[in-house]
Structures are given as C-alpha cells and as structure tokens.
C-alpha cells in the first residue's frame, strides 16, 4: 500500500493568495511573510460605527443560547457573564504618539475618526499602542480578531473564555492566557472567583480582553502613567506589567493567610469547650482559602519558563535582532522577576498549609485525648458503682438475719442478746473485704 503524507502547518496566518506572473524572490517572499497590516476599514467598524453598539444590544438576546454558550455552561461549569455588562470605563485606548488616553463605556464614546486610526494604531516600531477591553461581545471581538489579523486558534480561545493559563507563539503575535481571581464576601465564607485575562502582544501594540469586571487594566495605566519617564514603555513591558499586576493581587490574600494561621496556631491549646466546632470549621476555612490559591498560582511558573526559554533567549551582539518579527524579547530581567515572586508566593503557602496540617492534627489530638480522658472517668464511675452494687447485694443476704427475732442494742429492748453485734458486725467486716477486693483487682 503506497504511504500518504499530511503536511499540517500550525499557527499560520491566513493571508490573501495572489496570482503573479513571475515566481517571488526570496528576499520578496521574506518580506511578505514578516510584513503585519492592520486593517483600518475593519477597525473602524468597530471603533467608529456608533450603529455597532445599537447592533449588539439586541443581537445576544436574539440569538439566545448558543453554541458556545451551551458548551461553557455544560462543560465548563462557570457563570456566564453578560457581554453587555453595564459598567463605567470599560475600554481602554492608550497611545502615547497620539498624545492621549482614552477611556469609554462603550466604542461609540471614544469619539474617534477615522483618520486617527494611523496614527494610533502606528505600525511602526517607535510607537505604542494598547487597547484593554472588558466584557465583549462576540461581534465586538470577532471584528477586532479580524482587524488585527488574529488567528482563528486564539479567537476561538477567546470566545470559548479558555481556562487553561498558556502562551502561544505565532507569527506576528504571541497570545497569552493568565487567570486572576476575586474575592467573594457576599456569602460567610470567603471564597476565590477565578477569571482569565487574554492579552495579545504585536510588536507595537498589544490587545488585552477580559469578561469580569477587573481592575488589573487601571493598574497598568496608573504604572504607565508613573514609569513611562524611567522606562522604555513598549508592548512587552505592558505584557510584564499585566502579568506582574496579577501575581502581586495575591499578596492582600496571601498575607491574610498569614495572619489567620498565626491565630490559629495561637489557639490550638487554649480553645474552650464551646468554641471546638467553630475552631475547626475555621481551620477548614483557611485550608481551603490557602489550596484555592495554590491551584490559581501553581500553573504560572511552568507557562513563564516555557515563555522564557522560547522568547527570552540571550543573542549575541553580532547577531540580527529580530524584534519586530518575534516578538517577546529583552524580558528575562522582568519574567524572571514576576518568577521569583510566585517562587515565593507557592512556598508560603506550602508552608501555611503545613502549619495548618499540623495544627490541625494537634487540635484533633488534643480532643481525642480529652475524649479518651472523659471515658476513662465515666469507667471509673461505673466500676465504683458495681462495687457498691456488689457490697449492698452481699450485704442483703447478712440483711435478711433481721428477720429472726433479735434483739437490738437500744434503750428500747430490755434484753440483748450477742446477734445484733454479730449480724452487725458481719457486715461491715464483709463491706471492707469486698472494697478492699475491689481495689487489690483495680476495678475502682
């Protein structure tokens, strides 16, 4: 049987097929494939179109559930979160070559023309461009995927809100996936809503998308807005940032951590009787607060060495760079800094989970023990209590020689006779030999 090849290519850009009448050089045919274009018509679909924000409004609820929404809720098992979400301030549109920031609920509110598309979306490498979106729609993202020439693979990522924390490396872009979480106070118990974060990173603009309402985008601007005078502020520093704000919203968590445990160990040995089920529903509580966060933070070290070793590689000074076509590098300095950090972040809380595991393991101890010391006084009493049955039982056989006619040892009888003192002290002889042969046996 002859053998058939597939040839597969991943992560290729799909690009327009043109017919020429000569074959393409290679320096022709390089040059293509490295070339990245914007398209501004598509663009300014979105962020100029003011009929676009009036066209979503009621086109998810026309649709009703689809696909993708029945496989999120199916498999995925997480809240969907309404892409028209009302909230102030939702877009993002920097660019400092363009001399200002914007900030807009909506697309129509950014009062763009489209003559300013060129010059804030530069395609050259001097200028920086960075457009944060949260809570999308799906027309919305797909025709700013498609303006940007974004591959299907990670439009798909997107839309589906994959979960899974990665870096991809395409041609002109790579795209990048980090979950970040919020704190719920709505319910007794403090719990962790994890969300993710997409960013896509060009050589001079990056795209980040989130569908929750985060604050991770305002701390980049305010960090922009602070370093851009110090620091060369370019679509990987804003990557940086985005990554390192994230890791640094787990230290209010981590150090509340901390201190609950501290407390904990602190009352391990001077709980009072009734504050034991309390006290163990709030080491539960903490327990589970400290392993939420171990499964958030446990991914992020293997996706930055892996980033690290593809895109942060050290070249040689005689060496081309190639910058503008791979982007990502220059950032050791940076990754393994937000590396150190979450380092850092697993072992305390490997630590705090270690402590709590054995404060834990010494508060049960200490209830068994106390168990084991409330059974052994109820023993103690039943054994006291069968042998004072015992006595009184022997005792009632001496008892029943009352029942002759004897004569007591009373004023009231002229006539004693030797039986009362016999009978008498028959028992008391028979009472202490019983206790004293209950004790040579230990039964009390």
């Known amino acids: 049987m002859p053998s058939i090849k597939f040839t597969t290519k991943l992560h290729a850009e799909p690009e327009a097929i043109e017919v020429l009448d000569g074959e393409p050089s290679d320096s022709e045919e390089k040059q293509s494939n490295n070339r990245f274009s914007i398209d501004f018509d598509g663009l300014g679909k979105v962020l100029v179109q003011q009929e676009l924000d009036a066209q979503n409004n009621g086109q998810d609820e026309a649709e009703g559930l689809g696909y993708n929404e029945i496989r999120k809720k199916n498999c995925y098992a997480f809240s969907t979160i309404s892409a028209n979400h009302a909230k102030s301030q939702r877009i993002i549109l920097y ?193 589970r607060s400290s392993s939420a966060l171990l499964r958030l933070l446990g991914g992020k070290n293997n996706v930055l060495s892996g980033f690290e070793k593809h895109h942060c590689i050290g070249k040689l000074e005689d060496e081309p760079s190639d910058e503008e076509t791979h982007p990502g590098n220059g950032l050791r300095l940076y990754i393994n800094d937000v590396m150190d950090h979450v380092t850092t972040m697993l072992a305390n809380l490997h630590h705090f989970e270690s402590l709590l595991a054995r404060s834990q393991n010494n508060y049960l101890a200490g209830l068994s023990i106390d168990r084991m010391r409330g059974s052994q006084r109820v023993n103690r009493f039943i054994h006291v209590m069968a042998v004072i049955s015992m006595i009184l039982t022997a005792m009632t056989i001496i008892c029943a020689l009352f029942s002759t006619n004897v004569n007591a040892n009373v004023p009231l009888y002229a006539n004693n006779t030797p039986a009362w003192y016999i009978i008498v002290g028959a028992e008391i002889a028979v009472s202490l030999a019983l206790f004293w042969l209950a004790r040579r046996l230990k039964w009390c």
């Open 95 to 287: 660019s400092p070559s363009f001399g200002s920031t914007f900030q807009a609920a909506c697309f129509s509110e950014l009062n763009l023309v489209e003559t300013d598309l060129p010059s804030i979306f530069s395609e050259e490498s001097e200028h920086l461009w960075w457009m944060d979106v949260q809570n999308p729609s799906e027309t919305e993202l797909r025709l700013l995927c498609s303006a940007f020439r974004i591959h299907p693979l990670t439009v798909e990522d997107i839309l589906n809100r994959e979960i899974q924390e990665k870096i991809e490396d395409f041609t002109h872009y790579y795209f990048a996936s980090f979950r970040s979480y919020r704190v719920e106070d709505t319910t007794p118990d403090k719990t962790y809503t994890p969300y993710t974060i997409y960013m896509v990173v060009f050589p001079t603009g990056t795209l980040s998308f989130c569908f929750d309402d985060s604050e991770h985008a305002n701390h980049v601007l305010q960090r922009i807005e602070l370093l851009k005078h110090y620091v060369i502020i370019n679509s990987d520093w804003i990557f940086y940032a985005f990554v390192d704000d994230i890791v640094d919203s787990f230290n209010p968590s981590i150090n509340q951590i901390e201190k609950q445990v501290n407390k904990i160990e602190d009352q391990v040995y001077t709980t009072r009787e009734d504050d034991k089920q309390a006290f163990i529903h709030q080491i539960e509580e903490v327990r």
